[in-house]
Structures are given as C-alpha cells and as structure tokens.
C-alpha cells in the first residue's frame, strides 16, 4: 500500500510538472515581398548587398520578435526608414522603380499563421513601378 502511494505521489508530480505553463512565447512577425510584376527587382540591404526579388515570386525579407504584440510595418527598425527597389539600367547603375517613404501598414497585409506568428505582405504590381 506504502508502495502505491508512493507511485501515485510520484506520478502526480511528473503530471505538475508537465501541466506547468511555459513562459509567454514572443510574437514572431515575417515581413514578406511578393513581386507580382512582370519586372525583376533589387533591394539593398543595410548592409549594401543587393537582393534580387525575381519577377512573380515571394520573398520573406525581414524578421521581428515581440514580447506582446505582433510587429507593424512602420515599427520594425529595418524597414521604419522606408523600402526602396531599384532595377539597373544600361549602365547598371542602379535606378529606383519603387519607395514606400514613411512605411504606409495600410499597403500590406496582414496574415496570421498561428497564435504567436504571421506575416505582413507587401504586393507589389507593374501599376507601382515607376518605370
């Protein structure tokens, strides 16, 4: 009976330990470019590399972390100061063909993968090229 007991005890406190709520996850938010325009693109990066964002397709581009909230357009720190693409021209020099100067959430949207994840999409079409 001793022995019952003691299993039933010890068994209970594997089950709290289990059934212990985990630490709040942080919000993850992705910021996604989805070039649907007939035109190749490039973005710089901070750190001066080019990025190539191939005509009709999706790229996930940057990434935001958040104790409370999921994270807007206009308050992640790598985009607040705005998104320019550029396509080279005959002397491949690189010419802008798109800014988005302040950050405007209204343009993207918002899509919510699970309970602390999503993505804010930017779609991008020949009729906001400036070509």
């Not at 406190?13 to 470019?33: G, H, N, Q, R, Y």
């Not at 990066?45 to 964002?53: D, I, K, S, Y």
């Not at 807007?72 to 080279?88: F, H, M, R, V, W």
């Amino acid at each position: 009976m001793k022995s019952l007991l003691l299993v039933l005890s010890f068994a209970s406190m594997f089950l709290a330990v289990l059934c212990e709520p985990e630490e709040d996850p942080f919000f993850s938010t992705d910021f996604v470019i989805q070039n649907d325009s007939s035109e190749d693109l490039i973005i710089v990066t901070a750190e001066q590399n080019e990025f190539v964002l191939l005509s009709q397709t999706s790229q996930s581009l940057f990434f935001s972390t958040n104790e409370t909230k999921f994270t807007k357009p206009s308050e992640n720190a790598t985009i607040a100061n705005g998104i320019k693409l550029y396509q080279k021209d005959e002397n491949d020099n690189l010419v802008i063909v798109y800014e988005q100067n302040p950050i405007d959430d209204d343009q993207w949207i918002f899509i919510k993968q699970y309970t602390h994840g999503g993505f804010y999409n930017l779609v991008i079409t020949d009729a906001d090229l400036d070509l």
